[in-house]
């Protein structure tokens, strides 16, 4: 039961990742520091709707 999700940067928002969730098992958004490319620096990135 994995759902897709986009994780959105913080800073610039723009929307550069997409990944696959279990819904089940996690039920709160998910938050990575993941590298942005806009950005240019390591940011954290959050699940949008």
Known sequence: ???KIIL???QCLSRNYT?????NTHSTRMELKKFCPKCNC????KETK
């Open 8 to 10: 959105t940067c913080t």
């Open 1 to 3: 039961m994995q759902e």
């Open 19 to 23: 990944t696959y969730k279990n819904k």
């Open 42 to 45: 390591h940011t954290i990135h």
